[in-house]
């Protein structure tokens, strides 16, 4: 049995505009791209969908029901949580055991999560527990589909998870808010639950036996995070390697590190990706292999130093194998996290057609921290390939003729001396890779034992995946400056001439930037432009 949350083109007069609709029923899968589209689209209608999946659900809730009534052990319904699954509790308690679950777990800290990381929270929840395996009823994911209608998103603490047994404290704050407690994100502002279900006339939602612990059970926080960063670091990707074809365009480097013969030899896919990306982007490639045209036959007997540059460093050469194991790495990360949305990993299990309640461990976060573990140096390194190249633009000694620091020097005349143009730039640049690099390292390798030995093994996927957001924001930065510097490059050299030899795929691009970024003449802060040009270029 498969869950399908597929969007689907349906004319909904709203507005006098069509909108999409994301539906969920039994056919296909929740992908990357639909939450991709569902955050680009502003949050479109999401709506449960058949009678079929509505019947599954509703036998999948009757089984539970009677299984309690029968005064069967289950775990976290009739049993108490964690270590204390021991605590029989008598089945007329096993309602407000739930509540009790949701207000004990209250305990998250830090500033909320973003609005989209806390909507794709709620959209992932809703997917894993309609699958028919959790126990819940037709009402609570009625009642989380009335809250994504409405764009109402439970604000969710990013701090207080280890990632097994999932995302327990985050995720109860999608429980308390359908109940209608705790804080909400709602027309992009935080407020309390209790106001907004209010105004819109929304009764809160009185949790059954099961569904808190089916709700709080998850991998939906840290899924959420890896998937908004993930989607993210596709666009990265795409820009890095747009900016690296005007950088060799700008400095006259040689075209030969992108070759496609030189692919065939290594075919990585990542690799070959992001080569035929740049070089389909460079002017007369086939004309800048690095072979120079003699005009002489001069004979060298001893040794001549020249300023023909037969290749260049490593920061250009390298390019696409730097970020070709990144393209690697994050296709693998996809299919993983795939895998992990359209997954049942709450606890224990239901299967009510093979009449098995199965207690297992499918809360467990290990998947989801490998691939942000596996990610973040190669985020990071992405930050440094293109902070070194910046090093490269601002230095007049490596850059071929452009002025130091990018200082428009035929503009300023004699005050160009007292102008410092990028120099600081770069400064920050570096700054921000070196705290990517920081973060880098693995987190899922600092397992704690907590609750009383019973969680003697956890994931800390959560927190990885914080970090991969963390290291992404840094590098969208550094992407930002090198974006300007770029755009001030060419003005510097010759007042954009070197431009008109782009051609037609990198021309727009370049013409984006000049739009985007004036050019720094005399010297001015920066700070509020650089994040004009991450929004532009990632928003």
Not at 193 to 214: M, W
Not at 342 to 364: C, Q, T
Request: net charge negative.
């Amino acid at each position: 049995m498969s869950n399908d949350l597929s969007f689907s083109e349906s004319k909904v007069e709203s507005e006098s505009k069509a909108v999409s609709t994301l539906d969920i029923d039994l056919i296909s899968q929740l992908t990357l791209e639909d939450i991709k589209k569902f955050i680009k689209d502003n949050y479109p209608k999401v709506q449960l969908n058949g009678e079929v999946h509505k019947s599954l659900i509703e036998n999948n809730r009757r089984y539970i029901d009677q299984r309690i009534s029968d005064r069967d052990d289950i775990y976290g319904v009739t049993t108490g949580f964690g270590n204390s699954a021991s605590n029989r509790i008598s089945p007329v308690m096993s309602q407000e055991l739930q509540k009790n679950l949701m207000a004990y777990h209250g305990c998250g800290v830090g500033e909320y999560l973003s609005e989209r990381d806390c909507a794709v929270t709620l959209l992932i929840r809703l997917n894993c527990n309609a699958r028919g395996y959790s126990g819940v009823s037709w009402e609570l994911l009625k009642q989380m589909e009335l809250f994504l209608q409405h764009n109402i998103f439970p604000a969710i603490p990013a701090k207080g998870s280890v990632g097994a047994s999932g995302d327990l404290t985050p995720l109860s704050y999608i429980g308390a808010a359908l109940n209608g407690q705790r804080n909400v994100y709602y027309q992009g502002v935080i407020r309390p639950t209790s106001e907004v279900l209010a105004e819109l006339n929304i009764e809160p939602y009185e949790l059954k036996a099961k569904e808190g612990l089916a709700i709080m059970n998850g991998t939906s926080v840290m899924s959420a995070i890896a998937a908004n960063t993930i989607n993210e670091i596709d666009t990265a990707i795409d820009i890095s390697c747009k900016l690296i074809a005007l950088f060799v365009e700008l400095i006259d480097g040689r075209a030969s590190p992108f070759h496609p013969k030189v692919h065939e030899l290594k075919p990585h896919q990542g690799q070959r990706y992001c080569a035929d990306l740049i070089y389909k982007r460079l002017s007369n490639p086939e004309q800048r292999l690095g072979r120079r045209q003699r005009t002489d036959d001069q004979v060298i007997e001893h040794g001549l130093k020249e300023k023909f540059r037969l290749q260049d460093s490593y920061s250009i050469r390298c390019s696409p194998q730097v970020l070709g194991s990144l393209v690697d790495t994050l296709n693998w990360a996809k299919s993983v996290l795939q895998v992990e949305i359209n997954s049942v990993n709450d606890n224990p299990l239901i299967d009510h057609e093979s009449d098995l309640i199965l207690n297992a461990g499918h809360f467990y976060g290990g998947h989801v921290a490998a691939i942000c573990d596996a990610l973040k140096p190669q985020v990071a390194n992405m930050g440094a390939l293109l902070e070194r190249e910046l090093g490269i633009l601002v230095d007049d000694r490596l850059n071929g003729g452009i002025p130091n620091n990018l200082v428009a020097v035929d503009d300023l005349g004699d005050k160009a001396w007292i102008n410092h143009g990028f120099k600081a730039m770069q400064i920050s640049a570096s700054a921000l890779v070196a705290e990517a690099l920081k973060q880098s390292g693995p987190m899922s390798v600092f397992s704690r034992t907590t609750e009383a030995l019973n969680q003697d093994i956890v994931s800390m996927g959560t927190i990885a995946a914080r970090d991969l957001k963390t290291i992404l924001s840094l590098v969208k930065s550094v992407i930002a400056i090198q974006a300007m510097a770029i755009r001030q490059a060419y003005y510097v050299l010759d007042k954009d001439q070197s431009a008109e030899k782009l051609n037609a795929l990198s021309r727009p691009f370049f013409d984006s930037l000049v739009e985007t970024f004036s050019p720094v003449i005399q010297d001015r802060a920066l700070d509020g432009e650089i994040e004009e040009m991450v929004a532009f270029l990632f928003d």
